[in-house]
Structure formats: structure tokens, C-alpha cells
């Protein structure tokens, strides 16, 4: 009876983690993507100081929330996300749109 116990909290735990999983993964992708549409608003109003704001705040979120992608997902899909954020911050300056708006793309592909 002890046997069918453990198998069933390790059933029921292993769903509760998948469960968990989609929706972090979920709403990390939602708050991820609208944050890099304020990057690409801030970009088009040039508003640079709005601009700087978000990014540090894209940065900010991602970061903390990076121990739980690496429990999640595939390393190479994290560092290739870090990667494509810690792009974007050169490119806030101005005269350089168009180049923001391809970094910005480039993260929502790798989100």
C-alpha cells in the first residue's frame, strides 16, 4: 500500500510541476513580450528617458526571473534570451530606431 502512496504523490507532483511550469512559462512570455512593445513605444515617441526606464526594468524582470527559466527550460534557450536583451540596451541612443527595432525583434523571436 506504502508503494501506491509514493506513486501516487510522485504522479501528483510531477503534474503540479508541469502545471506550474506552463503557466510561469506563460506569463513570463505575456510580460516579457509587452514589456519589449514599451521598449519599441518608448523608441517611436523617442522618449529616451522612458526608453532607459524600460529596458532596465525588461533587464530587471528578466533576471529574476532566470533561476526558474533554468529549472524550466534548456540552458541554450536561456543564455540565447540573455543575449538577445543585453542587446538592446546599446542601441537606445539616439539615431539608431531602426537598429532597436531589429534587437527588439530579434528578442520577441527568441521569447
Known amino acids: ?5 509514493a506513486a501516487v504523490f510522485i504522479i501528483t507532483f510531477i503534474i503540479s510541476l508541469c502545471i506550474f511550469s506552463s503557466i510561469f512559462i506563460d506569463s513570463f512570455t505575456t510580460q516579457m ?11 517611436l515617441m523617442q522618449d529616451y528617458s522612458a526608453l532607459h526606464q524600460n ?20 540552458h541554450d534557450y536561456v543564455y540565447n534570451t540573455s ?5 538592446i540596451q546599446p ?3 539616439l539615431g539608431s530606431e531602426r537598429d532597436l527595432a ?7 523571436a527568441q521569447i
Open 33 to 43: 513580450n509587452e514589456m519589449l512593445d514599451a521598449v519599441t513605444q518608448a523608441s
Open 55 to 74: 529596458i532596465a526594468a525588461l533587464e530587471g524582470y528578466y533576471n529574476k526571473s532566470k533561476p526558474l527559466l533554468f529549472l524550466f527550460l534548456r
Open 102 to 108: 531589429t534587437e527588439v525583434a530579434r528578442a520577441k
Open 83 to 87: 543575449i538577445a536583451i543585453s542587446t
Open 91 to 93: 542601441y537606445s541612443v
Open 1 to 5: 500500500m506504502k508503494r501506491i502512496y
